[in-house]
């Protein structure tokens, strides 16, 4: 079996060098691509297969578990590490102790038996180990943005390409304060108002025509304040209207 599994990753890495490239849009594709290198080996053991699959018991009524297990402490940066990797979770965890439970693809965790969190889970293979969201620390830098330029992880803070290439542009042209401010403002505009990939092509654009983002253009733009409620001035009628009415509900 162990020696199968090497052969295995052989063939995957073999048909990724004649592929030419190893990127791929999502998860799915990559997938989609190891379901066919797996499928070219099976077919040469079909006819084994075949053999097999009639002694074959059906499968167990119930899925079978198919996660590890393990505690993880939320730090006060919002935080935490399993198995090398470092994760980002909402600051309302901060301080708490974690259950979570390791799939293949992703990380829930369980607080007193309740799901609090979900995550991708994070590669081993990057030279990065650490699968943080922007939208976890966007309350935080808002109290000191400031501190963004400081951030140990501010470069995977960035969601897309676009933001990382205008705060390059903002620290080179503003200064720290201002520079900071705005980031952290169009970081806070992307993730509260869901407009990350929009805000991402207009942030492009302005790249390329050399402009830095009107911070307060945008928000009206893409995050435009809901019209106030408008003011309704009741009059109390006089206490004589009342005597009327129930004067001719009694006759």
Not at 59 to 86: H, N, Y
Not at 125 to 133: G, Q
Not at 143 to 158: S, T, V
Not at 212 to 229: M, N, S, V, Y
């Amino acid at each position: 079996m162990e020696s199968s599994h090497r052969y295995l990753k052989e063939a995957v890495d073999q048909a990724l060098m004649l592929r030419g490239h190893r990127d791929f849009a999502d998860r799915a594709a990559y997938d989609e691509f190891i379901r066919e290198v797996v499928m070219r080996r099976n077919r040469r053991n079909a006819a084994a297969f075949r053999i097999e699959r009639a002694q074959l018991q059906d499968l167990p009524a119930r899925r079978t578990t198919d996660f590890v297990e393990e505690e993880a402490l939320v730090t006060r940066c919002s935080t935490f590490t399993v198995r090398g990797i470092l994760y980002s979770a909402p600051s309302r965890l901060i301080g708490h102790r974690l259950k979570v439970r390791i799939y293949g693809d992703r990380l829930d965790c369980y607080l007193s038996g309740a799901l609090v969190h979900s995550t991708p889970r994070g590669s081993r293979a990057a030279d990065n180990r650490h699968a943080l969201d922007y939208r976890h620390f966007i309350d935080s830098l808002k109290r000191k943005p400031q501190a963004f330029r400081g951030f140990a992880f501010r470069d995977a803070l960035f969601p897309r390409e676009a933001y990382r290439r205008t705060w390059e542009k903002l620290e080179t042209q503003l200064t720290q304060r201002q520079a900071c401010k705005t980031i952290v403002g169009l970081l806070e505009l992307a993730g509260h108002h869901g407009v990350e990939a929009l805000l991402a092509e207009r942030l492009e654009a302005l790249l390329e025509a050399g402009e830095l983002p009107d911070l307060k253009q945008l928000r009206d733009e893409f995050a435009p304040r809901q019209a106030q409620c408008p003011e309704v001035v009741v009059e109390m009628p006089p206490v004589a209207v009342y005597d009327e009415l129930l004067d001719k509900v009694a006759a």
